[in-house]
């Protein structure tokens, strides 16, 4: 199969050039609320987030929509939330990355968070793949693909994205 990157460049300029704005309005939302993933066992997803990646742990109680199910929630900084459902007693199966499904969440820290945090994942024995010296990614235990980011909210590898 060859691709043609001059044609998939030249479509993401008509993109940019039709639908990003001189002057970008407003956006009409408030900011991300949470983002949901799931775990097969809350003390395990606890224990990953809150000691190794240092996001606390700011509730948790009983999900509305499932008797029994625990919804859960990691403070990620400037106000952002990562939730967490468990299903006791519903065989979801592994997780599994698939087209259109989630790729992975990244979450900014400072570059000395950044630094003590990939320590912290190799004293641990957390596989993981350090790209352009700012990315890290891994998996959580349930295998959702995750990113620590050294660059700034609003930026990305020294462009500005917002």
């Known amino acids: 199969m060859t691709i043609d990157y001059a044609a998939i460049e030249a479509r993401r300029a008509d993109i940019r050039d039709r639908y990003l704005l001189a002057h ?13 993933l799931l775990s097969s066992d809350v003390e395990r997803t606890v224990r990953f987030y809150q000691e190794l990646l ?3 742990l700011t509730e948790i109680f009983e999900n509305r929509d ?6 859960f929630f990691f403070d990620i900084g400037n106000g952002n939330l990562l939730a ?3 299903f006791p007693g519903l065989d979801l199966g592994p997780y599994r990355e698939v087209l259109g499904g989630l790729h992975h969440i990244a979450v900014s820290v400072d570059p000395a968070t950044w630094e003590r945090l990939r ?8 596989p993981h793949q350090v790209e ?3 990315s890290v990614y891994f998996r959580d235990p349930d295998g959702a693909r995750l990113e620590l980011l ?3 909210l609003g930026e990305m590898y020294g462009s500005r994205v917002l």
């Open 150 to 152: 050294a660059d700034p």
């Open 119 to 126: 320590g912290k994942l190799e004293t641990a024995g957390v």
């Open 84 to 86: 967490f459902f468990d």
């Open 24 to 36: 970008r309005p407003s956006s009409s939302a408030r900011g991300l609320h949470h983002f949901a």
């Open 66 to 71: 499932y008797k029994g199910s625990s919804h």
């Open 54 to 56: 240092e996001f606390p």
């Open 132 to 134: 352009s010296g700012a």
